[in-house]
């Protein structure tokens, strides 16, 4: 069930004298202007002075590395989900006077009318899926959850087309500027051109369920804005959780050797139960690599400065699990749906048309 977007009116009054009061008082002596303080001349980027010394507004950056840039993303997520609902709610409301009917009856007009009823063979069908994680709950009540659950997806994702449309019909601009950080690709692993418009750092870790889950929204990005988007793969096992996650890394490393790191890429993300040594060095004969070169990489761990260089790195820019990507300087953390990626690489190449970029200004972390 859609809950009805409801506002709230925000309203100030300011009290100013009458004129018969103003009259009433008389004028008093102007002082004279205040002699000018020290502080004055500080140029406006000086944040403090340590015995005259200025200490300036990039100093500060430069030493709050990636706590600063975390904080202001998450304060633009949270700006930019109330401009959502609020551009959202306003759209509904202009569209329901359009047509002569309140906001609540067009919603259930356009979603809850249009939705298709959950069938009992797709609950039957989701209830064999995931029938592990349903633990003692009967049946019958599974079931009943199960038809609610995915009758408010469905709800929720005619609701987005539904705004969607809205949005697009009404010519809907965000000027609102996310936060971004400059993160050099440098010579690892990419694919995609060099000067596409878009370009998606990712720190990924072998052993991690949701990095695995990301190469597929990666995959279906990459099908859906063919040509627009560079990805470039940077190591980031998290070592005290995974413990194959960092040999995992450095057999992907081994394999670029032969250029096959994509290939190995895959392999691992698909047989995440198959990161020992002896699975590592198997996979390599079945992608038909040269075993005896891939072996001695491996075995010789030379390859293990790069994931730890990585790892580093990705700590210097706020990275603290996986996966964490960043779309043109832009951080997304986690296993996002791919609406959530879609949306970002859109806002990207309508930037790129709008002022003729392909390198959004950023803030460089030292």
Known sequence: MIRSLGFVVLAAAVAAPSNAQAAATPPKPVAPAPSPSPAASVPSDVVATIDGEPFTARQLEDAAGARLFQLRTQQYQAQRQILDDEIARRLVEREAAARKVTAAELLKQEVEAKVAPVTEAEQKAFYEQNKARVGTMSEAEALKRIEAHLREQRVGERQAEFLSGLRAKADVRVMLEPPRVAVPAGDNP?????????????????????????????????????????????????????????????????????????????????????????????????????????????????????????????????????????????????????????????????????????????????
């Open 190 to 366: 990419a694919r995609g051109a060099a000067d596409a418009p878009v370009t998606i750092v990712e720190f990924s870790d072998f052993q991690c369920p949701f990095c695995s889950r990301a190469t597929a929204t990666l995959k279906k990005l990459d099908e859906s804005f063919p040509g627009k988007i560079r990805l470039v793969y940077r190591d980031f096992p998290l070592v005290q959780i995974h413990p194959n996650a960092a040999r995992a890394a450095e057999a992907a490393a081994c394999a670029n050797e032969q250029g096959k790191f994509w290939a190995m890429h895959d392999v691992l993300f698909e047989h995440q139960d198959k990161l020992a040594e002896a699975d590592l060095k198997q996979s390599a004969v079945a992608l038909g690599l040269d075993a005896t070169a891939f072996d001695q990489c491996l075995e010789s761990g030379r390859h293990s400065a790069q994931w730890q260089n990585d790892t580093a790195e990705g700590q210097r820019y706020g990275v603290s699990s996986t996966p964490a990507f960043f779309i043109n300087g832009r951080l997304v953390v986690g296993a996002q749906p791919y609406e959530t990626f879609a949306r970002v690489v859109e806002e990207e190449l309508a930037r790129v048309g709008q002022d003729g970029r392909t390198k959004p200004a950023t803030t460089s972390i030292r």
